[in-house]
């Protein structure tokens, strides 16, 4: 005993017992009491000993129980792990570690009673066992006890200050309660305790991604794919966050990655049946979320899905179908709500009406599913003539969505001087621009809702024109140009040229033109007549009010549309629009084809007539019959434009003009731009 004092013996000894590592106990206890053969504790510790030794079954010691209990559980036998702890819970009623791995399996097999009542009993038996607080702060957690969970996370930390595994709970514990800042430094303290911890990197970004911290929050997942190569859930929410970017070639293959390694990944075959979608490769998009309803026949948003190409493939009664079959799997399911409602004119003794108005009226929903199922029931409202209704619920909507969004007008007044003031710069440019185009674009841009997808459907009905739709390519390869992000030289513009030209005729098939319908594209009209000088531009302009009134009453998924969720902002947008086409105007009014959509839909013959015209082509009868075109269509108007061209769409606004006083009147008090 010349190490250690005769206290710090007993100290070490009775630490062993309590592990259960009975030899090294007695030892100890042995050796004080060769040396002081009165001391009390000493003999009462051996006792104690002796008396576990006599309960321990006939030829195995406790520690081998112990070791076996472990081996069990580590190759995921549960049942028998769970069996034998409660035999030897009984056989050892006063081993902590019995109980703390009674706990964990019936935590596992999700009894979570047995569970709680289990980690209770070793924390009596061991109060400084930090593992049973921290289990059992799982366990609460698990059945929504949240606050009494935070406690024991506490509690656990307290007993060890470097315990990663009880930070990491502790941060999901404040996920769950919405508080992603004060998650993130529970999950940054984790990592700081184990450098290597895959769950906490994984946790880390889920958090960064709900504060914003997008682009941290891929790094995030990197590490933890780092450190876990295989941890599907990183490749899956990886994934989530490059959608979120549009950097789809980036995502899918994330996605892809999540189902190589867990093929039962229903979310993961889901997400890429929404991206190929977008792609317009429904095909493939189909065969995804039938492999996703084959793994989880429950998925609604497979469904869901489904409906949305077959909408976008002009097949009403089975897009109708699946939409229905989303909501009967889950009746809250607002995407499925809000999908079936552009398909669909409600009368007032429609079920799914009164669905949708307890669901509003109800609780538990998140922010995201009420803003859809606002504008839902805002369309509902507007189809049976109750126009108050109606204008709150889509104005309810677009606060919910603008403060998702965290939208801010001043960011696109912002944005609409930065174009003016780099624009000099693009125009000063001279790049070289040679050879013959394979399929030459023709941009059909200008306000949203002002008629883009209606042209785009006359234009590609001809036989020498094949539509693109809204392609993301200009924006996303030109805006840092007409913003001033990017330097603007000669080999930049024909750079971005090259590749602009590379994608977009891909969607050509052949054809010498190519629509480009992205209604955004009028912010870069200097940059498309300086980089494409061949192309054609179509601008499509639609009563202000009428314009400004539906692009407020509709749900938008891109970002770039904040303004529409209010109707004052959107009424201040649409004049910077206006102020940009004049701007535009003075430089490139001969590049400029102006079309008013209220001329093309009383006067179709004519206009559209004068439309080919100014593309250099032959006419053809099929463009004065867009809506037997049997093309993609992925807007907000799929169901307006399969039918025939008809007037007064433009006046639909005007039932609301109560609840619109004063706020289009803005509209009218400047000049609009020119017509041809």
């Known amino acids: 005993m010349a190490k250690l004092s005769v206290d710090q013996a007993l100290l070490k000894a009775k630490s062993h017992a309590k592990k259960g590592e009975i030899a090294e106990a007695k030892k100890i206890y042995s050796t004080i009491l060769n040396s002081y053969p009165k001391n009390i504790r000493a003999k009462e510790g051996l006792a104690a000993l002796s008396k576990i030794m006599q309960e321990k079954p006939a030829g195995t010691s406790f520690q081998n129980a112990i070791n076996s209990l472990l081996k069990k559980f580590n190759v995921g036998e549960f049942e028998a792990t769970f069996d034998m702890a409660t035999r030897l819970s009984k056989q050892f009623p006063n081993a902590f570690q019995i109980w703390h791995i009674l706990g964990i399996t019936s935590a596992q097999l999700t009894r979570f009673s047995i569970a709680h009542d289990a980690f209770d009993k070793a924390i009596l038996l061991n109060p400084k066992f930090a593992d049973a607080y921290n289990n059992k702060a799982v366990v609460l957690k698990e ?96 994934g989530i966050s490059l959608r979120f970017l549009e950097n789809d070639d980036e995502a899918l293959e994330a996605f892809k990655e999540a189902c190589n390694l867990k093929s039962d990944y229903f979310e993961a075959h889901k997400n890429i049946g929404d991206l190929l979608r977008d792609r317009n490769q429904e095909k493939l998009a189909f065969e995804a979320y039938d492999q996703t309803l084959e793994i989880n026949p429950q998925c609604a948003d497979a469904w869901n899905g489904k409906g949305n190409i077959y909408r976008d493939l002009g097949q009403k009664e089975n897009a109708l179908k699946a939409f229905k079959a989303a909501i009967e799997l889950e009746p809250d399911n607002g995407a499925a709500h809000l999908n079936s409602s552009y398909l669909k004119k409600y009368t007032i003794n429609d079920p799914q009406l009164n669905l949708v108005k307890k669901l509003i009226c109800g609780a538990d929903q998140s922010k995201e599913n009420l803003c859809l199922l606002y504008y839902t029931y805002g369309k509902m409202c507007e189809d049976t003539n109750n126009i108050d209704l109606a204008f709150q619920s889509y104005k309810v909507a677009g606060e919910i969505r603008q403060e998702s969004l965290g939208y801010e007008f001043k960011n696109d007044q912002t944005l609409f001087e930065k174009i003016k003031f780099h624009h000099n710069k ?152 206006k102020d940009l086409m004049s701007f535009w105007t003075k430089s490139y009014r001969n590049k400029i084809y102006n079309l008013n959509y209220e001329h093309l839909t009383s006067e179709q013959n004519i206009e559209t007539n004068k439309l080919i015209e100014y593309l250099g082509l032959d006419w053809e009868e099929a463009c004065l019959s867009p809506h037997k075109n049997p093309r993609i269509i992925k807007t907000v108007s799929n169901d307006q434009v399969r039918k025939k061209v008809y007037k007064g769409s433009s006046s639909q606004w005007k039932k609301f003009k109560p609840y619109l006083v004063d706020v289009f009147d803005d509209l009218y008090s400047q000049s609009a731009p020119l017509l041809n």
């Open 426 to 577: 693009v125009k000063k440019s001279r790049p070289k621009i040679e050879g013959l185009l394979k399929a030459t674009p023709i941009f059909i841009l200008g306000m949203p809702r002002s008629g883009t997808t209606l042209v785009e459907q006359i234009l590609s009905s001809h036989s020498q024109i094949s539509a693109a739709g809204e392609a993301p390519y200009l924006i996303k390869q030109g805006a840092p140009i007409s913003i001033g992000y990017t330097n603007v030289t000669e080999e930049i513009i024909m750079k971005f040229r090259d590749n602009y030209l590379q994608n977009i005729v891909q969607h050509a098939a052949g054809m010498p033109f190519v629509t480009d319908k992205t209604p955004h594209n009028f912010l870069h009209i200097g940059l498309i007549c300086k980089a494409f000088p061949e192309a054609k531009i179509i601008h499509v302009m639609r009563d202000p009010a009428a314009t400004c009134w539906s692009n407020f009453k509709n749900h938008f998924r891109s970002k770039a549309l904040g303004y529409s969720c209010d109707i004052q902002n959107t009424v201040d947008y649409f004049l910077l629009y």
């Open 143 to 238: 059945i929504g006890e949240l606050e009494e969970a935070l406690i024991l996370c506490e509690k656990a930390i307290e007993l060890n200050s470097t315990f990663a595994d009880a930070y990491n709970v502790k941060g999901v514990i404040l996920q769950l309660q919405k508080k992603f800042d004060k998650s993130v430094d529970a999950f940054t303290q984790a990592i700081k305790f184990d450098p290597k911890f895959s769950k906490a990197y994984n946790n880390l970004g889920i958090s960064l991604f709900h504060i914003g911290k997008v682009f941290q929050s891929i790094d995030a997942y990197n590490n933890a794919i780092k450190y876990a190569p295989y941890f599907a859930g990183a490749y899956f929410n990886k």
